[in-house]
T-cell receptor, first 113, second 113 residues
Framework: DSGVTQTPKHLITATGQRVTLRCSPR?????VYWYQQSLDQGLQFLIQ???????AKGNILERFSAQQFPDLHSELNLSSLELGDSALYFC????????????FGSGTRLTVV | DQQVKQNSPSLSVQEGRISILNCDYT??????FLWYKKYPAEGPTFLIS?????DKNEDGRFTVFLNKSAKHLSLHIVPSQPGDSAVYFC????????????FGPGTSLSVIP
């Protein structure tokens, strides 16, 4: 157990639907990062939050949004889902401030049918 | 445009031999590099890192070499063990980018007993 908890582990949904992925960071970590791993692709950075505020944005689609709550857990919302959104979505956390030791959760596997 | 490249999608090595995983990058502003290891159904885990002011960092069986002029780094595993079979991601950080880590596409290593 890495200390980063992601739920659900698996999600199957239909095109056009909306889903929410949840991440609880490791205790004491203020930064949360979301990454997408599609088939045969590396980890694509989506978005970062630090202590509740958006810090950096990567290749995140407009149909996707995220937030970090006061208790530091984060949610990634994916809407108007398309077949191509099927992927593994990873959350990672760090203490921030130059701590590069990402701790990853085990991911949520999203399948859009 | 992929800033971190791992041109070998897969690599097979005999147990006990050396595994060499290569990584190239294009962004000269990267100044910190990491290697992550990922087993199926798990999130990536941090393996080893190197700062751009160094050209070598060693941790047990794992050594990372950095050639800044060539924008190239490599991970050496000696001796390779079957438990090392995993996907290895090379990653880089531009220190001014709020800890945003850019990952390569990964190399799948198989260590044959």
């Amino acid at each position: 157990d890495s200390g980063v908890t992601q739920t659900p582990k698996h999600l199957i949904t239909a095109t056009g639907q909306r889903v929410t992925l949840r991440c609880s960071p490791r205790s004491g970590d203020l930064s949360v990062y979301w990454y997408q791993q599609s088939l045969d692709q590396g980890l694509q950075f989506l978005i970062q939050y630090y202590n509740g505020e958006e810090r950096a944005k990567g290749n995140i689609l407009e149909r996707f949004s995220a937030q970090q709550f006061p208790d530091l857990h984060s949610e990634l919302n994916l809407s108007s889902l398309e077949l191509g959104d099927s992927a593994l979505y990873f959350c990672a956390s760090t203490r921030g401030g130059g701590d590069y030791g990402y701790t990853f959760g085990s991911g949520t596997r999203l399948t859009v049918v | 445009d992929q800033q971190v490249k791992q041109n070998s999608p897969s690599l097979s090595v005999q147990e006990g031999r050396i595994s060499i995983l290569n990584c190239d990058y294009t962004n000269s502003m990267f100044d910190y590099f990491l290697w992550y290891k990922k087993y199926p159904a798990e999130g990536p885990t941090f393996l080893i890192s190197i700062s751009s002011i160094k050209d070598k960092n060693e941790d047990g069986r794992f050594t990372v070499f950095l050639n800044k002029s060539a924008k190239h780094l490599s991970l050496h595993i000696v001796p390779s063990q079957p438990g090392d079979s995993a996907v290895y991601f090379c990653a880089a950080i531009e220190e001014t980018s709020y800890d945003k880590v850019i990952f390569g596409p990964g190399t799948s290593l198989s260590v044959i007993p």
